[in-house]
């Protein structure tokens, strides 16, 4: 009786602490097994709604969360068993969850808004490109910053097919650099276009005078549009014939020296008729260019060191044949088809008044 | 009496230790799905196929997640882990399979678009010779002209930018000057043709 008696005495103590840590194993801190799952599956969520690029920030404090959950949990299974206290993970892994899911709606919501943004962005720019191209491309100054133009428009595409592939933070980026240039380029453009229709108030003045002039003395006169590239013929203040121009290629603008490939604006009369072989462009009209107001400015512009010094006005401008051509390609004359040319030329005289304008519209008409 | 004090001693150690965790986690097969998720990264498959490396990333997580529990658990095997870390490993050769071939796709696609620019680009300047000096003023036909010519600068960028950057990122970029190269042959075409029919 005494040996049962002390074994059991003996083992009682083991006894009893393997029913303890038996007990505190059971009841022990559980490992928030699912609130992980949950930071997982929502992160995932948060990725595939891109959360990665249009909720950044709380898609990065979702994954940093996650990972130092991940970190404590692995560091608190590393302890006794005993001594492991999750508490600290299941913080983390709730907060992980909840950050991505506010990632997903926050990018879902950003998404939808920059699509908008940048849809409106390109839709402004196309605006802009095609307005330029319809209007301001024909301007010959262009040529000093078309290539920075054309960069421009490329960047425009390139932001069209990022915004088509929904990378909408890419699509603004590169709208934004189009932007950037388009809205120079087109400053600029504009602004030469602007400048030389502040003549427009005097062109209007000239082509009065011409219409009034042909109703006075009941005869021909010819009105020269450049920007419409047009050639109106007037008789007894009424529309009789419209043409259509070649110009030199550097139209816009007056003429401000010999060789300048532009074609004068003003007032002047027909002082010659050519043909039978006197003229290369089958027929021509010589206008008295340089006239007064021409040599006036010319020497201004001397004086005030716009032109150099031994430089020359030039002469012998024309309407004359060999137009029709679609195209600016003469010196400064202003050219018609042969047809045109063969009627125009029946109907006017040494004498007849020939005004050229910038532009029988106004600015505003132009650029609608 | 002592040695059975001593058996008594054993036993309880071996419950403790059945207590604790018998069988070992599997750290070389973690290793090694880690090692393989790197270097399917390093393809850069999270760019390539990005998809497809998150759900790897995912797999990676989910067996992690489940080691990590079956660390409190009283009695564990690791098999099933294993068996998923296994996974991953074979999940990550075909992710990194996949990226070589998206970006041999994407090789492809840009060495075509740019031939198809050259292509267009030549076809352009044949045009130009067959347009009424321009279509509406040699000023215009200079634009057109200048705008070949950015069209070139900008194919030749293309190709000197192929891997140096993303070829989705040079792939984009040529197709705009395709799109470009093509507007201009379109825009053209239309103007031989009103021309022609005049």
Redesign the interface.
């Known amino acids: 009786m005494k040996r049962p008696f002390k074994k059991i005495l003996i083992l009682s103590p083991f006894i009893i602490l393997f029913f303890v840590v038996l007990i505190l194993f059971i009841t022990k801190d559980k490992p928030p097994v699912e609130e992980i799952k949950d930071a997982q599956q929502s992160i995932s969520q948060a990725k595939a709604a891109h959360a990665d690029k249009y909720a950044k920030n709380l898609f990065k404090n979702a994954t940093t969360s996650y990972n130092i959950a991940i970190k404590f949990w692995k560091e608190e299974n590393e302890r006794f068993f005993l001594f492991r206290d999750f508490d600290l993970v299941k913080e983390q892994s709730i907060k992980a969850a909840k950050l991505a899911k506010a990632a997903t709606a926050e990018s879902q919501s950003n998404s939808k808004n920059l699509n908008r943004e940048v849809k409106r962005e390109i839709d402004a720019l196309k605006e802009k490109i095609d307005f330029f191209d319809r209007n301001l491309d024909q301007i010959p100054q262009v040529e000093a910053f078309r290539k920075k133009h054309n960069k421009g428009k490329l960047l425009f595409r390139e932001a069209r097919l990022a915004f088509e592939k929904s990378d909408f933070n890419l699509a603004k980026i590169k709208a934004e650099q189009s932007k950037k240039i388009i809205n120079t380029t087109y400053f600029q453009a504009e602004t030469i276009l602007k400048n030389y229709f502040n003549n427009y108030s005097e062109w209007q003045r000239w082509f009065k005078n011409a219409v009034n002039y042909s109703k006075e003395n009941n005869t021909y006169s010819i009105v020269v549009d450049k920007f419409s590239r047009k050639c109106y013929l007037y008789y007894d203040g009424n529309l009789k014939e419209t043409f259509d121009i070649d110009l030199g290629s550097n139209w816009m603008g007056d003429k401000n020296q010999q060789g300048d490939k532009s074609t004068p604006e003003g007032n002047y009369k027909i002082v010659d008729k050519k043909e039978n072989g006197r003229s290369r462009y089958h027929k021509a009209l010589l206008i008295n260019y340089p006239n007064e107001d021409d040599l006036r400015r010319f020497a201004e512009n001397k004086r005030k060191g716009l032109v150099s010094s031994n430089r020359r006005l030039g002469n012998l401008i024309e309407i004359h044949g060999d137009g029709g051509k679609g195209a600016d390609w003469t010196e400064g004359c202003i050219a018609l088809s042969n047809r045109d040319i063969d009627r125009l030329y029946s109907k006017c005289t040494v004498g007849t008044r020939v005004t050229i304008v910038g532009s029988l519209k106004p600015l505003n008409e132009i650029i609608k | 009496m002592k040695n059975?004090?001593l058996l008594?001693?054993s036993a309880?150690a071996i419950?403790?230790f059945v207590?604790?965790g018998c069988a070992k986690v599997p750290q070389a097969e973690i290793d090694n799905a880690n090692v393989a998720i790197e270097a399917a990264k390093t393809a850069q498959a999270d760019v390539y196929v990005p998809e497809a490396f998150?759900a790897l990333q995912?797999s990676m997580?989910?067996a992690?997640?489940s080691i990590?529990?079956k660390?409190?658990k009283?009695f564990k095997s690791y098999k099933n882990e294993k068996a998923q870390l296994i996974n991953v490993v074979a999940l990550s050769e075909d992710v990194k399979a996949k990226t070589e071939a998206r970006i041999n796709e994407l090789k492809a696609e840009i060495q075509q678009t740019l031939t198809d620019i050259t292509t267009i680009v030549e076809e352009n300047k044949t045009l130009m010779t067959q347009a009424?000096?321009?279509?509406?003023?040699?000023?215009?036909?200079?634009?057109i002209k200048?705008?070949i010519?950015?069209i070139e600068t900008?194919a030749a960028e293309v190709q000197a930018a192929v891997g140096t950057e993303s070829f989705i990122a040079t792939l984009?970029?040529a197709?705009?000057?395709k799109?470009?190269a093509t507007n201009i042959n379109n825009e053209l075409k239309a103007v031989i043709e009103k021309?022609t029919k005049k």
């Open positions: 059975k004090f008594s001693l309880l419950a403790l207590f604790s998150a995912d997580n989910v992690v997640t990590e529990a660390k409190s009283l009424p000096r321009g279509k509406g003023g040699s000023t215009v036909l200079m634009a200048a705008e010519a950015t900008s984009d970029k197709k705009a000057v799109e470009q021309y």
